[in-house]
């Protein structure tokens, strides 16, 4: 799941003398009124029914603007949830320049102590990307830096030789079209390249509001969008949903299934493929 967008809390004024004060104001006109806790509360009564789920991914923008404040709250919603989650942040989160102690380290018992991290069930190993930076008003595209590049390149590595199933999750979607320039990963390019040296079998990302299948630019990695968490939509693509994946080993590769479900429990989508790494692994 992604983009759950939790409403704020009271917040101090000073916190918007920045880009927040217009994100506020969009919050105000338009987004609380699309963006509802009790569709997100519903999705996640849905997926408590699943018990045969290993991990719950969120892939960021749980807060709205980045504040300590959220943070917190953050931080407490997150222990309530009937899994427990492993979190990456959006560009909501980090919106405007924050201390470290003040977010993302109140989020490491979900996430890491630094990006990339690697997350295991089973056979199956979840990486974590941060994309997320500030940007300037009117603009909220990502970057993975240099640094998490080469890390990326490292654990890659290591993880296809030991044969897991690895699943990349970052908020930004690493493909041109899927949104404009000011939102995009304007270093896809980079990215891309890693992968398609090294390999993965699977990257998840959130940003878009969208549920999409398509592949990483450059490559035939599956890339998979999700609409967020809270959007109250007609639409089938941006109605609020979650992603069910299961990953099982053949000989010639993973097994990926996908069911797309909706906040009332509707199946919406249901797709099957196999990656082209091969494995010899019990079932995640």
């Known amino acids: 799941m992604s983009d759950p967008h939790l409403p704020?809390?009271?917040i101090a004024w000073p916190s918007f003398l920045n880009k927040r004060l217009l994100s506020r104001i969009l919050w105000i006109s338009r987004r609380r009124h699309v963006l509802r806790p009790s569709v997100t509360a519903q999705l996640l009564d849905n997926?408590?029914?699943h018990k045969e789920l290993s991990a719950l991914l969120i892939s960021g923008d749980i807060t709205n603007f980045g504040t300590s404040e959220e943070y917190k709250q953050a931080a407490i919603w997150l222990k309530s949830l009937p899994l427990s989650p492993v979190v990456i942040p959006g560009n909501h989160d980090l919106m405007a320049p924050i201390a470290h102690d003040r977010s993302l380290a109140l989020w490491e018992p979900w996430s890491g102590k630094e990006f990339p991290f690697v997350r295991y069930f089973g056979k199956v190993a979840v990486i974590?990307?941060?994309?997320a930076l500030p940007t300037p008003p009117f603009t909220a595209y990502g970057r993975i830096d240099r640094k998490q590049l080469t890390k990326l390149a490292r654990l890659l590595a290591e993880l296809g030789e030991e044969r897991y199933c690895r699943v990349i999750?970052?908020?930004?979607?690493p493909r041109k079209g899927l949104l404009p320039y000011r939102k995009s990963l304007i270093n896809t390019p980079a990215f891309s390249?890693?992968?398609?040296?090294?390999?993965?079998?699977?990257?998840?990302?959130?940003?878009?509001?969208?549920?999409?299948?398509?592949t990483v630019e450059g490559t035939s990695i599956p890339l998979l969008g999700i609409s967020a968490a809270a959007m109250n939509s007609t639409s089938p693509e941006r109605r609020a949903s979650w992603n069910h994946l299961t990953f099982t080993p053949q000989d010639t590769g993973w097994q990926i299934e996908l069911m797309r479900k909706d906040h009332e429990g509707e199946t919406l989508s249901h797709l099957t493929w196999l990656s082209n790494t091969p494995v010899g692994q019990t079932a995640c």
């Open 193 to 214: 390249r890693v992968l398609s040296t090294h390999g993965a079998e699977l990257v998840l990302h959130g940003h878009s509001h969208d549920a999409t299948v398509t």
């Open 169 to 173: 999750m970052l908020h930004h979607p």
């Open 128 to 131: 974590g990307l941060n994309s």
């Open 8 to 10: 704020p809390p009271h």
């Open 47 to 49: 997926i408590a029914t």
